[in-house]
């Protein structure tokens, strides 16, 4: 079984410059998380997703960081405007709520804004 | 806000060692917690979870969990050079569970 692709694993921005992040959850899954991980840090929830409804994004800083997921599977993270205190590792995650309470992480998307 | 801590931040032990790492959390309402490894460079993956008071093994993994306390311990006996990552606990209230919180981690280095 795939587990959770994420892409590209590598960006380098300039401070004001805009990224997307790509998420391909595991087949099935209907729930899709998106974390922020900050270097020597624990994930933090940004944003969640059923299918392709948004169920909570009140952690994401809704001026620059948004999030879609149009048609309940693929989903993509986009910085616009990119600041350094954005430097962290993006980690996607899915769970199939129906067969248990383990979410499945992707690799991460590792952010340096300069 | 809820906030996991976790004990130690690093910690070194030899090869063949025990390793003991701890994570409280401060929400009285957290029922639920889980252990993830994470290896450098790589996702997450879950190790372990516990809900109920008591004890958990799953090999050279134990698990405990004291619920009056929101304390939850995970040891690691026959520890191994593999076995050297970042530790996450990651907490949820009952019916929560698309809202962990992590604990910033405890990184092991498993020295040969």
């Known amino acids: 079984e795939a587990g959770v692709t994420q892409s590209p694993r590598y960006a380098v921005l300039q401070e004001g410059q805009a990224v997307s992040f790509w998420c391909d959850p595991i087949s099935g899954h209907d729930t899709l998380y998106w974390y922020q991980q900050p270097r020597d840090q624990g994930p933090q929830l940004l944003v969640y997703?059923?299918?392709?409804?948004?169920?909570?994004n009140s952690q994401l800083p809704s001026d620059r960081f948004s999030a879609v997921r149009p048609k309940g599977t693929n989903s993509t993270l986009k910085i616009q405007s990119a600041k350094q205190g954005d430097t962290a590792t993006y980690l996607c995650?899915?769970?199939?709520?129906?067969?248990?309470?383990?979410?499945?992480f992707g690799e991460g998307s590792r952010l340096i804004v300069v | 806000q809820q906030k996991v801590q976790q004990s130690p931040e690093s910690l070194i032990v030899p090869e063949g060692g025990m390793a003991s790492l701890n994570c409280t959390s401060s929400?009285?309402?957290?029922?639920y917690f889980w252990w993830y490894r994470q290896h450098s460079g790589k996702s997450p993956k879950m190790l372990m979870s516990i809900f109920s008071n008591g004890e958990k093994e799953e090999g050279r993994f134990t698990v405990h969990l004291n619920k009056a306390s929101l304390h939850t311990s995970l040891h690691i006996r026959d520890s191994q050079p593999s076995d050297s990552a970042l530790y996450l606990c990651a907490a949820s209230t009952a019916g929560s569970f698309n809202k962990l919180t992590f604990g910033a981690g405890t990184r092991l280095a498993v020295c040969p």
């Open positions: 995650a899915s769970r199939y709520r129906p067969s248990g309470n383990t979410l499945y």
């Open positions: 929400d009285r309402n957290v029922d």
């Open positions: 997703f059923r299918d392709e409804a948004v169920i909570d």
